[in-house]
């Protein structure tokens, strides 16, 4: 299994899973959001939310299934939270559970340079080699050309990956640097255009260009700027940060057989560093969404610049348009050899869900298809 994520699983997903063809999305369409809801969602009506969940855990071995599943929805009005299932060494999982939500990280990244490029530290129309210099930033793409992908900076090849799991399994208790982890890389760099290639260096660059231009290691800077205003307490920027317990334990065979602390070991975790390394539990995740794409960590006219793309993709942002249902849709998915994870907002509906499932390479949007189909009746 690829380390990091499942390219076949991320061209579907990016390409629409619905069937219906896929829609620019325009700033417009995101929409500034009241304070998120206090209180807790009455045990009764949460009871098909919770049946989701079971659903998914009583087939873990189908493609849809998993051996444990949290789930956290955030409303304008209320909060839910559950769990079900175990993670793999039998341990039953609770909604603050933490698990590795990989990709879920961009949606960090992002918010983090669009706040530079407000401060006027960062400019999106310069080349990235203002800020980083290295052999992948001589082709002259911008800042924006790597947060949206089009930078012509490939993803690591089969090959490569295979190379860093050796590397990994050699010392997992070893912290690796981006340079360190971009060195692997071997396909040759394109010149920058508009076509959107899912490119995991390019968001290691651009978690050079954040340590370089604050001074700081990229968890300092989202602890500082993004983690503490936006109110997550169970938040870990791996390997800066350890995630906090209980944590769903994952039997990652790069990682030994020896738990170390991180998700799943310290190598891992600083090796895919800015662009997959974070840690959450479900609630942090869905709050994280709903304050981000609510326009409450970030002005509304950068979060329309998030969440504007001429496919599915935006700046960090995974573009779902009406992919579940009820809604046009923003947010991320995550995949690691040993989890699996989603985090969808739908501002019209002041709504934001993340299910995080304790297995990889999983067809998590079936499982979210579900919650929102039980979540509608609870939204009018």
């Known amino acids: 299994m690829r380390w990091w994520g499942i390219a076949t699983t ?116 310069a080349p990235i080699s203002t800020y980083v210099k290295h052999k992948l930033t001589t ?20 090959d490569d990956y295979f190379r860093l799991d050796g590397a990994v399994t050699a010392a997992p208790g070893r912290h690796w640097t981006a340079v360190q982890t971009l060195s692997y890389l071997t396909a040759p760099i394109e010149a920058p255009n508009s076509t959107f290639s899912y490119s995991n260096p390019s968001y290691l660059l651009l978690g050079e260009l954040i340590e370089n231009v604050t001074g700081q290691p990229f968890a300092a800077a989202f602890r500082r700027d993004l983690a503490a205003p936006a109110g997550l307490r169970h938040a870990a920027f791996q390997d800066g940060e350890k995630p906090q317990p209980p944590v769903a334990i994952d039997h990652n065979e790069s990682c030994g057989g020896q738990p170390d602390g991180y998700l799943p070991c310290r190598a891992f975790a600083s090796a895919v560093g800015a662009t997959g390394s974070l840690a959450a539990d479900a ?14 960590v970030l002005p509304m006219e950068l979060v329309g610049e998030m969440t504007t793309g001429d496919g599915d993709y935006g700046l960090g942002t995974m573009l779902f348009t009406r992919l579940f249902g009820i809604g046009t ?10 989890s699996t994870s989603l985090l969808v907002v739908i501002p019209e509906k002041k709504l934001s869900i993340a299910l995080l499932l304790a297995d990889g390479d999983r067809h998590i949007e079936t499982g979210m298809g579900e919650l929102t189909k039980a979540l509608e009746p609870l939204l009018s």
């Open 10 to 125: 991320l061209v579907l997903l990016l390409a629409g899973c619905d069937g219906e063809p896929e829609t620019a999305v325009t700033p417009s369409q995101a929409q500034s959001l009241p304070a998120p809801g206090t209180a807790r969602l009455d045990a009764a009506k949460a009871q098909p939310l919770q049946a989701a969940l079971a659903k998914i855990v009583a087939f873990p071995d189908s493609p849809a299934g998993s051996r444990g599943a949290t789930a956290a929805v955030v409303t304008d009005r209320w909060t839910w939270s559950g769990a079900a299932g175990k993670d793999i060494s039998g341990t039953a999982l609770r909604p603050e559970t933490s698990i590795a939500v990989a990709s879920i990280t961009k949606t960090f990244v992002a918010a983090e340079v669009m706040l530079l490029a407000q401060a006027k530290k960062v400019d999106l129309d």
């Open 139 to 158: 082709n002259n793409a911008t800042v924006r050309q790597h947060l949206s992908m089009t930078a012509g900076v490939p993803d690591f090849l089969p």
């Open 283 to 296: 609630p942090t995740v869905a709050h994280w969404g709903y304050q981000l794409y609510g326009g409450r």
């Open 329 to 338: 849709a923003f947010g991320h998915r995550g995949d690691m050899p040993d």
